[in-house]
């Protein structure tokens, strides 16, 4: 019986299976027992790390919807603020131009005041000059006709005066001091 066993054992080819598409009863007893415990060793001890990975990635991905929903909601708060503020500034500059205009006004007005002050007091200085110019001119004037006068004179009276109006002078002062005393 021995020899037949080795008989057929060598007799077989161990390439050649007895079916073309199931593998042999042992391999697939020991392929599946095999398979069953790494699978039920992943599902054990795998199963709970990769549970809770997914269960982080949700949270995370949650997180990060919570806070673009909340960023959206502040983006939206400030959007309305600032556009409130545009329309305050809008009022704030019709505010300032509008006093920006009073007080160009009040300035304008306050220099023409000051300004027709000073042309008048100008103007009063002027004449009080020319006045001045005028009478400092007259005596001028004066003194340098008079002085003109006084050198004229005798070169006058000497070219007018002959001997007869001379003597004639002189005994008419003679007369007048004489009849004075």
């Given at each position: ?7 057929l054992l ?66 939206e708060g ?85 001997e007869q ?17």
């Amino acid at each position: 019986m021995i020899a037949h066993v080795i008989s057929l054992l060598a007799s077989e080819d161990p390439t050649q299976t007895h079916s073309w598409i199931l593998p042999e009863n042992a391999e697939i007893i020991y392929g599946g027992l095999s398979t069953v415990i790494v699978v039920s060793a992943l599902v054990k001890f795998a199963g709970p790390m990769i549970k809770k990975s997914f269960s982080a990635r949700t949270e995370k991905i949650q997180k990060e919807l919570d806070d673009a929903a909340a960023a959206k909601v502040t983006a939206e708060g400030d959007a309305q603020n600032i556009r409130k503020a545009l329309g305050d500034v809008a009022g704030e500059r019709a505010r300032i131009l509008a006093e920006a205009d009073a007080q160009a006004s009040a300035v304008l007005a306050e220099g023409r005041t000051r300004m027709t002050a000073e042309i008048a007091e100008l103007e009063a200085k002027a004449e009080a000059e020319i006045s001045a110019a005028r009478g400092r001119g007259s005596d001028e004037l004066r003194n340098e006709i008079s002085v003109l006068a006084s050198r004229a004179t005798p070169i006058v009276v000497a070219a007018t005066m002959n001997e007869q109006i001379h003597k004639d002078l002189v005994e008419n002062f003679i007369s007048k001091v004489g009849a004075g005393r």
